[in-house]
């Protein structure tokens, strides 16, 4: 109450006023949220905040939560407790655990599509040969294999994205560097004998922008690589045209390989998953080349 003039008398007289917001009236930023929690202008304003915060702005979908790391399983986590889509609530936790993210796993300081050489690889026959050998053999084979192709792709600098049973998914910064390591690999698998099985392996080399989701790469690049170790039917090194025009000749006579362009069977349809402007090439090692020199002169003339 407040006492002010009594225009009658002259008197003071009480005049009611309100009482100051109590503390506990005054809406905080928590009571604030909870009562636009819902808000579709609110949920839109807080992902267009999370667009220009470090990391990846749509973390929280399967694709970004997927594999290993604090900050995924703490998503994976958030997203089955917090439940609802549509919510503002959710979009400041899974901001938080972005930046996190970030940090911790220096996402921030990649630029984004940065160009990436990816290296794929497999065993030519690998399955059919697994049926008849069984699970013992398979998995001793598989645990030389890893010992001697992963050390050379490691060394050189390269980030192993995935195993997938009897391939392998990598990443290089450069394409020589992925070429020169994915060369040494396979010299290196020339030691490993399983019961008298000798593994071949095809490598797929290609130099793009795939897009980096977590711990994965995915994108239009991702596939292309993919298809041209496909190529590579009976073992060997393909290589696309992206990623040989970055590598100099004289790169490759240091490395002592020699690319012959890779051309499709007469009978062959074009290959599914590569554009039609690209050349693949393989890549022979000249002790290759003298080889099949030798076993051409060799046959009997008709």
Not at 37 to 45: A, I, L
Not at 100 to 127: G, I
Not at 173 to 198: F, M, N, Q, T
Not at 263 to 277: N, Q, T
Request: hydrophobic residues 40%; proline residues 7%.
């Amino acid at each position: 109450m407040e006492l002010g003039p009594n225009p009658a008398s002259g008197e003071p007289e009480q005049v009611a006023t309100a009482p100051p917001p109590h503390d506990s009236q005054r809406q905080s930023p928590v009571r604030w949220l909870r009562s636009k929690n819902h808000s579709p202008g609110v949920v839109e304003m807080l992902r267009r905040a999370r667009r220009v915060l470090p990391g990846d702005p749509d973390f929280g979908d399967p694709l970004s939560t997927a594999g290993e790391g604090g900050p995924r399983a703490a998503a994976r986590a958030a997203s089955r407790l917090l439940g609802i889509q549509d919510a503002a609530s959710r979009e400041v936790s899974l901001g938080a655990l972005q930046v996190w993210q970030a940090l911790t796993e220096k996402v921030s300081r990649e630029p984004a599509n940065a160009e990436m050489t990816l290296v794929f690889t497999d065993l030519v026959n690998f399955s059919e040969w697994s049926l008849k050998a069984g699970d013992d053999a398979t998995l001793t084979l598989l645990r030389r294999v890893a010992r001697v192709v992963e050390p050379p792709l490691l060394d050189a600098g390269g980030s192993i994205v995935k195993r997938m049973g009897d391939g392998i998914m990598a990443v290089f910064d450069e394409p020589l560097v992925a070429v020169r390591a994915a060369c040494a690999a396979k010299e290196a698998l020339h030691s490993v004998d399983v019961d008298g099985y000798i593994p071949r392996m095809r490598v797929g080399i290609h130099t793009g922008r795939p897009q980096r989701l977590a711990a994965d790469w995915l994108g239009v690049d991702v596939n292309i690589a993919a298809r041209v170790m496909e190529r590579a039917t009976k073992g060997g090194i393909m290589v696309s045209s992206a990623s040989l025009d970055k590598i100099s000749q004289a790169d490759l006579d240091e490395l002592g390989v020699v690319a012959k362009r890779a051309h499709r069977s007469l009978f062959g349809g074009k290959p599914a998953g590569i554009p039609a402007d690209m050349a693949i090439y393989r890549l022979h090692t000249r002790r290759e080349l003298t080889a099949s020199d030798k076993t051409a002169d060799a046959e009997p003339q008709a």
